[in-house]
């Protein structure tokens, strides 16, 4: 019954910045819940790009993204925060929120697996173009 939906993509010029979002319904309380983000351009494998526990306390980031990237969350409004700066055209791609009900400590961003294939959201297409 989880429902995880994205939102905040679009177009944006390199070295530009925006911010995704991910609201949750359809669960009590976010926790218990740990967030991954991936991201997947058409023909590639999924990317692991960030996590966040569901306390907010540990966090995790692909090389790919550390410096650029910050995850946030505010449990009482169910939403986990992507901001995204100092972006680059080989970020384009669709981004995907995905739930973790049992909370690996740290937090994997690095395998989509870990993440049950019912709890991810329906993705954000995210282009960076001059």
């Known amino acids: 019954q989880l429902h995880l939906v994205e939102s905040g993509g679009g177009l944006v010029q390199p070295g530009g910045s925006l911010r995704l979002s991910c609201v949750a319904s359809?669960?009590?309380?976010?926790?218990?819940?740990?967030i991954g983000w991936f991201r997947q351009a058409p023909g590639k494998q999924r990317e692991g790009i960030s996590c966040?526990?569901?306390?907010?306390?540990?966090?995790g980031y692909a090389d790919s993204v550390k410096g650029r990237f910050t995850v946030s969350r505010d449990n009482a409004k169910k939403i986990v925060w992507l901001q995204m700066n100092s972006l680059r055209p080989d970020d384009t791609g669709v981004y995907y929120c995905?739930?973790?009900?049992?909370?690996?400590?740290?937090?994997?961003?690095?395998?989509?697996?870990?993440?049950?294939?019912?709890?991810w959201g329906q993705g954000t297409q995210v282009t960076v173009s001059s």
């Open positions: 995905a739930a973790d009900l049992k909370e690996m400590w740290p937090c994997v961003y690095s395998d989509p697996g870990v993440y049950p294939r019912d709890n």
């Open positions: 359809g669960i009590t309380s976010m926790n218990t819940v740990n």
């Open positions: 966040i526990s569901s306390g907010g306390t540990n966090t």
